[in-house]
């Protein structure tokens, strides 16, 4: 194999296997507009191995990248994107927030987002609305030139997960869970309902909290599943959960997350 191929085999291999990965939560969220090129952009720039995007269906069956069900929160204009065409949507700015610097950022769709996606670099797609996606997400996917490790499928609602699953085993799937105590002190969702949830959607693995309960976790994982975590922006947590195995870290400051582990 010649040393030019044979390096980049390699650095392809480090960004796939290097633990824990960090993962650029809706991009480099903290610097840009959530959910934008831009974000994303700059996470690549900022060492990131992966990106996290939330992903919904318009009116027209085009997927775009916005994480509420309405751009109340990021547009001057109230549009619910079930109920909006592309081109509705398309015509917002959803910059602002953050300053002269991004006026006039666009809600992106999934194949702008999918085509920023350098070699050996990873995305998590999370899907914000039900099975209706699914069809039109393979297709997408599909058109896009990036390999089947290049992608993930993560979502609260497991039965998504577990038809996505069907329909494209090759790609990783992970179940998104949060961790609560009930009046009575007890873990909710328990560790029985974690790992029935994750074997009955035939799920890869879980992606949690990261205040989910350190024996849960390690439990997790000697029951066979992958384990990563969400939104990680301190040093001292990162470290804590990488001694713990953790398979990847979602955060909003890609860049000083990657630089200090």
């Not at 987002?113 to 995305?123: H, S, W």
């Not at 699914?134 to 998504?160: G, H, R």
């Not at 085993?169 to 790992?195: A, C, D, I, M």
Request: glycine residues 6%; hydrophobic residues 40%; aromatic residues 6%.
């Amino acid at each position: 194999m010649p040393l030019i191929l044979a390096s980049s085999f390699f650095a392809c291999a480090l960004a796939f296997y290097a633990k824990p990965l960090v993962v650029a939560h809706r991009g480099a969220s903290q610097d840009a507009p959530e959910n934008t090129l831009a974000a994303f952009k700059l996470a690549w720039e900022q060492g990131a191995d992966a990106i996290e995007g939330d992903f919904l269906l318009t009116k027209d069956n085009k997927i775009v990248c916005i994480h509420d069900k309405s751009t109340e929160r990021l547009a001057k204009r109230k549009l619910r994107v079930k109920e909006s065409t592309l081109a509705q949507l398309q015509e917002l700015d959803v910059g602002m927030g953050q300053g002269g610097k991004f006026k006039g950022t666009k809600i992106p769709t999934i194949a702008e987002v999918l085509a920023t996606i350098p070699a050996g670099k990873k995305i998590f797609i999370e899907i914000k609305c039900g099975k209706e996606i699914i069809p039109t997400l393979l297709k997408e996917i599909k058109k896009s030139d990036l390999m089947d490790e290049q992608l993930a499928i993560i979502c609260f609602n497991a039965e998504v997960i577990r038809l996505f699953k069907i329909k494209a085993p090759q790609h990783k799937t992970y179940w998104l869970s949060n961790f609560k105590r009930n009046k009575e002190g007890q873990l909710v969702p328990s560790l029985e309902t974690v790992l029935r949830t994750l074997s009955s959607a035939k799920a890869d693995g879980l992606d949690s909290h990261h205040s989910i309960p350190e024996h849960t976790a390690r439990r997790i994982q000697e029951e066979g599943f992958e384990w990563h975590v969400w939104t990680v922006n301190d040093l001292k947590t990162a470290k804590r959960l990488k001694a713990l195995g953790v398979e990847s870290i979602t955060t909003d400051v890609p860049g000083h997350l990657k630089k200090a582990l």
